[in-house]
């Protein structure tokens, strides 16, 4: 763990947030690699990129703080209704990947019915979804030198010890688990790297595939929602961290995961069943 790289006066470099700028930056950088081969303005990126970034900051953040409003946060130990400001805190971390995805996914829509005259608003969310699992992945990796996301206590030769003063050290110490002069916590799962790598490999399989199948409009955006739903629900199944209030006792994410996979599933149908009614007409 290394949540700040280096500090200089007053200036600290945190470790997460240059894990998401690096995603990001390779991202944009891919994402006009790929229009450029499949036929696409690259300029159109610029507007992509902005659109996906600024709705999935609000939204990720919003969805935190709706969901731990009540909850002690970091080391004011107050609440977000306690202390509203800590709300534009955002170096200080507290977001929700599904919330911004969602308001990513909704400013995407919106920018593709506003353009559907120019083509289907699939291909353009096709087009958009490859990229998504690489900065998740880059996001994840931000959130192991961070130490959040951390997974259950194991005694496996994966299990990893995060140092004193971090989330999973603090929260075995307020557990009991841990003597408060302990310098590591117990052992852990590193769900962030399981994830990381799980949605690495999903960008490499997305990018293999829309440059062969992006005309079965919908195909990557079920696989996505498919593959990563299933990666996030196991994923919150060996989580520790907190996880505010279950729903039919699953967390918020398994919950969004489900119904992701859902989606993903009526995505595919219709991309193989459109396949199939062209194959046959031709």
């Given at each position: ?52 970034a ?6 990720a ?69 490859v ?19 951390y ?30 002069y ?14 990381a ?6 960008f ?56 992701l ?22």
């Amino acid at each position: 763990m290394r949540s700040d790289l280096f500090a200089i006066g007053g200036f600290k470099l945190h470790t997460y947030g240059l894990m998401m700028a690096i995603g990001f930056v390779l991202c944009y950088l891919l994402a006009r690699r790929l229009a450029r081969q499949t036929g696409r303005n690259p300029a159109m990126v610029d507007t992509l990129i902005m659109v996906a970034a600024v709705c999935g900051i609000i939204g990720a953040r919003l969805v935190y703080v709706l969901q731990f409003w009540n909850e002690p946060q970091g080391q004011t130990g107050l609440s977000f209704a306690e202390a509203p400001m800590q709300i534009f805190q955002l170096w200080k971390g507290g977001l929700v990947y599904y919330g911004g995805f969602i308001a990513a996914t909704l400013g995407i829509l919106v920018y593709g019915l506003m353009r559907r005259t120019v083509e289907p608003v699939r291909a353009l969310l096709d087009y958009c979804v490859v990229f998504v699992p690489l900065g998740q992945a880059f996001g994840r990796v931000g959130c192991f030198f961070h130490g959040c996301c951390y997974g259950g206590r194991t005694e496996s030769a994966l299990g990893v010890s995060f140092p004193m003063g971090s989330p999973a050290w603090s929260a075995q110490v307020r557990e009991g688990l841990l003597s408060p002069y302990a310098t590591h916590a117990l052992p852990v799962w590193p769900t962030q790297l399981f994830e990381a790598a799980g949605c690495a490999l999903l960008f490499g399989a997305l990018w293999w595939v829309y440059k062969r199948r992006r005309e079965n409009l919908g195909l990557c955006c079920g696989l996505y929602a498919m593959a990563y739903g299933a990666l996030r629900f196991i994923g919150e199944c060996l989580r520790d961290d907190p996880r505010g209030d279950r729903l039919f006792g699953l967390t918020f994410s398994q919950n969004v995961s489900l119904a992701l996979m859902v989606l993903g599933f009526g995505f595919l149908w219709f991309a193989f069943r459109e396949s199939k009614h062209g194959t046959e007409h031709r």
